[in-house]
């Protein structure tokens, strides 16, 4: 079956830590694979996405991601966090008129 | 440049009401994807269009629900007869459309429409 898990549905970390949200695929070709931002109160915002080549690949506010074939993985980082990361994150799978989202990933920030 | 246009960003609606949501795709876009949020659960696929044709409505419930993207003007996406359950935050994306099947469509979306039914 064809579907994209993101087992955090809750994140929390202290501001300047590093970040890491997961995200697992299931689908039978190489995927089309992003993660979008959802800040509270607005709309979703991509922050980078995956077709093919380099695995590792940079995306907006300095946040990168790693796809891994082996792991079935797109595993969203970032070094360092800031206030402004608290948000909700979502890993989705887009393919052939196909559109997978996964259930989000909530991030709060400690001071 | 302008982004992904939604209108009215906040809806509120009776039960038995109607309720119309409009999404103006970026410029260039000829492609529409409709999304529901609903409360603690992850964004849902609805419906997928094109100007003047539904690619793929997989998603959409089977009554009262319906949605058009003409030729002319914004993508609607129209809520009859509404009940408490349709209260959520519907969201509009556009992508430019891709000329061949390798290649990925990026979708760029809307701030969203939040339909809340009393």
């Known amino acids: 079956a064809q579907s994209v898990t993101q087992p955090d549905i809750h994140i929390t970390v202290s501001e300047g830590a590093s970040l890491e949200l997961r995200c697992n695929y299931s689908?039978?070709?190489?995927?089309?694979l992003f993660w979008y931002v959802q800040s509270p109160g607005q709309g979703l915002q991509l922050l980078l996405k995956?077709?093919?080549?380099?695995?590792l690949v940079q995306g907006i506010k300095g946040f990168e991601a790693e796809f891994k074939r082996s792991q079935s993985s797109f595993n969203l980082r970032k070094p360092s966090v800031h206030w402004s990361d608290a948000a909700e994150y979502f890993c989705?799978?887009?393919?052939?008129?196909?559109?997978?989202f996964g259930k989000g990933t909530r991030l709060h920030i400690l001071p | 440049n302008a982004g992904v246009m939604q209108n009215p960003r906040h809806l509120v609606r009776r039960r038995g009401q109607e309720a119309r949501l409009r999404c103006s795709p970026m410029?260039?876009?000829?492609?529409v994807y409709w999304y529901r949020q609903l409360p603690e659960e992850g964004l849902k696929f609805m419906v997928y269009?094109?100007?003047?044709?539904?690619?793929?409505e997989s998603g959409m419930p089977k009554e009262r629900f319906s949605a058009e993207f003409p030729k002319e003007g914004p993508s609607i996406l129209r809520i009859q007869q509404v009940v408490r359950g349709d209260s959520a935050a519907y969201f509009c994306?556009?992508?430019?459309?891709?000329?061949?099947?390798?290649?990925?469509?990026?979708?760029?979306f809307g701030p969203g429409t939040r339909l809340t039914v009393l």
């Open positions: 994306a556009s992508s430019r459309g891709v000329a061949a099947f390798w290649e990925a469509d990026t979708q760029y």
């Open positions: 689908y039978g070709a190489t995927p089309y």
């Open positions: 995956y077709f093919s080549g380099d695995t």
């Open positions: 989705v799978l887009n393919r052939d008129d196909k559109i997978i």
């Open positions: 410029k260039g876009h000829s492609h």
């Open positions: 269009l094109q100007k003047e044709n539904i690619i793929d």
